[in-house]
């Protein structure tokens, strides 16, 4: 069998439901210029752009310029196809073998070859390397050894990686996986040159890829700026000159300055803009299906919030919350309350099942007030919402959420809103643990799987289980269905396990999210991804 099976019931899914909306505007103010280069929006990454170190939107984008791995998600409807891959074969979906495309280099004329996948796995996974979507490389055999639960690491290599040649590596799995060619698209799993193990320190200052763009210069905080590189061997090529990406604090400002003329693109309209977009924009804004999901996560490291009936307590939290009213006043109808922890772009088939939160995601007052005090009442008697205000899109849904949560509860005091200036502040006070209380979570797939929007983010130490929430049953469910073959035998089994989610309240689905964009009248031929990312490399510049 080649491939995967699971993904040939997303895809469709997630094509079907992107066949709808339009995904971009073709119009122009002139001819298109080859070389020109355009600026958009950019958030600071929390951290290093490694691949295997970068689990958030902002650093993602960039990794998706200057990278490309043995799968990619294609653009309008998400559909794992082979990049590098030549071909990935398997007889029982636990032990591969892939060859990777000749004729691929990095940036730097190093060739591609299976070393640079194997090596960079390996390091993705090391204990000692501190990387974020360590996780990912888990499923491998020999993960214990590098990257132990408790201890020092006692190996260096991943023993269910062997290269064959060079242009052909084998991966042994511990278990069956039957869409682990599928998520090979991940970032995670890109291949690196020689150059990132032997001076890492500039490789970091200065990434280098494989991709269609690479790093011209990098101002961590303030710029980074890709050019297109003239000597890239993909079908994807750049249509413009380059993107310098210039980091924003506020969204707001960045959304004057595209209407001044001083940016070209932003790709997160403001909730505070929408009213506005139309008239503002006219043909020149895009609100597009993504598969996001904005949450409110919880700190099970704080007992707290982890003791029994706690569960009744996040559940009435959940029942006061006004998803439609807020949806429909801050957002203007541009997201969508949320009735379970997927997307509705994966589509039936692909697991989205509508309404399985069921009353627990229902505004009642009432049964709010009712599941609170049955469950021990607020930790301390309130509780407080942390967000990163930077963006400008989060300061005043979480305002509304705590006042919906008031007034269910008839105390004004119940739930207050705790603005964190940054986002890489915000998110490395998560990953260090110090969350008191309810923090804002959103969830962007990276890759259309129903298996992506619950394992990453509630399997027991996952790489996105920022709360660290744990259940036996739930990770039972999960190992399972990634072992059966059978598409829709694994969906039901991932829907048992999202039930358990459900009962017990893990997280509070809030809303999905479109993505959106504004640009100048210099660009044409902006879209979004079923990511909500620019597809920076088909934007033509006039």
């Known amino acids: 069998m080649r491939g995967g099976t699971h993904a040939r019931w997303v895809v469709g899914a ?40 970068t689990n958030e939107v902002q650093g993602g984008k960039v990794l998706d310029m200057i990278f490309r791995g043995l799968k990619r998600y294609d653009p309008e409807t998400g559909a794992a196809e082979d990049m590098l891959a030549e071909s990935i074969e398997t007889s029982d979906s636990q032990n591969f073998t892939i060859k990777i495309k000749d004729g691929w280099t990095f940036s730097n004329g190093e060739k591609v070859t299976a070393r640079s996948f194997v090596d960079a796995w390996n390091y993705g996974a090391g204990l000692k390397n501190n990387q974020r979507n360590a996780y990912f490389f888990g499923y491998i055999e020999g993960y214990d050894k590098v990257h132990p639960e ?11 990686l062997k290269v ?45 890829g494989n991709g269609p763009y690479l790093v011209d210069s990098y101002t961590k905080g303030s ?46 309209v403001p909730a505070s803009q929408l009213k506005n977009v139309k008239n503002d924009l006219g043909d020149r804004y895009l609100n597009t ?41 801050i957002f203007h109808k541009t997201r969508t309350p949320a009735t379970d922890w997927t997307s509705p772009v994966l589509g039936k088939d692909g697991g989205f099942q509508d309404g399985l939160c069921g009353d627990a995601c229902t505004y009642d007052p009432e049964e709010a007030k009712k ?49 964190i200036g940054t986002f890489a502040d915000f998110r490395s006070r998560i990953t260090q643990r110090k969350m008191s209380g309810p923090f804002r979570a959103g969830w962007q797939m990276d890759y259309p799987l129903i298996q992506n929007f619950l394992q990453p983010l509630y399997y027991t130490n996952a790489s996105s289980n920022d709360g660290k929430w744990s259940n036996e049953k739930f990770d039972d469910l ?33 809303w999905y999210q479109n993505g959106s964009a504004g640009w100048s009248e210099r660009l044409s031929g902006v879209k979004l991804n079923p990511f909500s990312v620019p597809v920076y490399n088909e934007i033509k510049v006039s």
């Open 150 to 160: 408790s201890g020092e690491q006692t190996a260096d290599k991943l023993s269910g």
């Open 14 to 53: 997630v094509a079907v439901a992107l066949a709808a909306t339009a995904c971009g505007s073709e119009s122009s103010g002139g001819s298109a210029d080859a070389g020109a280069v355009l600026s958009a929006s950019w958030g600071d990454p929390q951290n290093p752009l490694e691949p295997a170190n």
């Open 371 to 419: 599941l609170v005090k049955e469950g021990g009442g607020l930790p301390g008697g309130r509780v407080t919402i942390t967000f990163n205000a930077d963006t400008g899109s989060h300061k005043d849904w979480v305002e509304a959420v705590c006042n919906s949560i008031n007034n269910a509860l008839d105390n004004e005091r119940a739930c207050t809103a705790s603005p």
């Open 223 to 268: 710029q980074i700026s890709l050019r297109r590189w003239e000597e890239y061997p993909g079908d994807d090529k750049a249509r413009n000159g380059g993107v310098d990406l210039k980091v924003y604090t506020d969204n707001n400002t960045a959304y004057t300055d595209l209407l001044a003329g001083n940016l070209d693109l932003v790709d997160d």
């Open 289 to 329: 299906p993504a598969g996001i999901l904005q949450t409110l996560a919880f700190p099970y490291y704080d007992k707290a919030w982890d003791k029994p009936g706690m569960e009744k307590v996040r559940t009435g939290l959940s029942r006061a919350i006004n998803r439609k009213q807020i949806t429909e006043t």
């Open 478 to 510: 999960v190992d399972r269905a990634n072992r059966e073959s059978d598409p829709a035998k694994a969906i039901e089994l991932f829907q048992q396990a999202e039930e358990v989610v459900r009962d017990t309240m893990a997280a509070i689905p809030l």
């Open 164 to 208: 064959v040649d060079d242009l052909t590596f084998t991966v042994k799995l511990t278990q069956k996986f039957s869409t682990f060619p599928d998520t090979l698209g991940y970032n995670a799993y890109a291949p690196l040159p020689r150059a990132f193990f032997e001076d890492h320190d500039a490789w970091i200052a200065k990434p280098i």
